[in-house]
Nanobody, 115 residues
Framework: VQLQASGGGLVQAGGSLRLSCAPS????????VAWYRQAPGKERERVAA????????YYADSVKGRFTISTDNAKNTLYLQMSSLKPEDTAVYYC?????????WGQGTQVTVSS
C-alpha cells in the first residue's frame, strides 16, 4: 500500500489545518488508520488512530479536543483535522495504515505553527 499525505503548511497559532492521506488500496481493506508526528530532536509519537470499523478513536492527551481523525470511504482518504493549533504542534506528520498485508507509512508532511 502506498500512501500520499498532503495538507501541511505554515499556520498561525489558533489556526486550523486538515491533513489528507490517500492510500493506493481501498480503505475497506485496511484495519487501522493513524497519524503520527515527529518534532525536531524528539521521538515519533502517535497522535491519533482509529479502526476503520467500530470501536473508539485514540488521541494523544496533547491533542484531545483539538484534533479529529476520520475517513471518507467514498474518496478513499483519511484525514486529520487540526484546530486550535499551538506552536508545540509543529512537526512532520505521517499517516500510517495497518492492513492484512502489512504496516505502511506515508511520507511526512510538515506542519509549522507560528506564535
Amino acid at each position: 500500500v502506498q500512501l500520499q499525505a498532503s495538507g501541511g503548511g505554515l499556520v498561525q497559532a489558533g489556526g486550523s489545518l486538515r491533513l489528507s492521506c490517500a492510500p493506493s488500496e481501498s480503505i475497506s481493506s485496511i484495519n487501522i488508520v493513524a497519524w503520527y508526528r515527529q518534532a525536531p530532536g524528539k521521538e515519533r509519537e502517535r497522535v491519533a488512530a482509529m479502526p476503520t470499523v467500530g470501536r473508539q478513536s485514540y488521541y494523544a492527551d496533547s491533542v484531545k479536543g483539538r484534533f479529529t481523525i476520520s475517513t471518507d470511504n467514498a474518496k478513499n482518504t483519511l484525514y486529520l483535522q487540526m484546530s486550535s493549533l499551538k506552536p508545540e504542534d509543529t512537526a512532520v506528520y505521517y499517516c500510517r495504515v495497518v492492513a492484512a498485508g502489512g504496516d505502511y507509512w506515508g511520507q511526512g508532511t510538515q506542519v509549522t505553527v507560528s506564535s
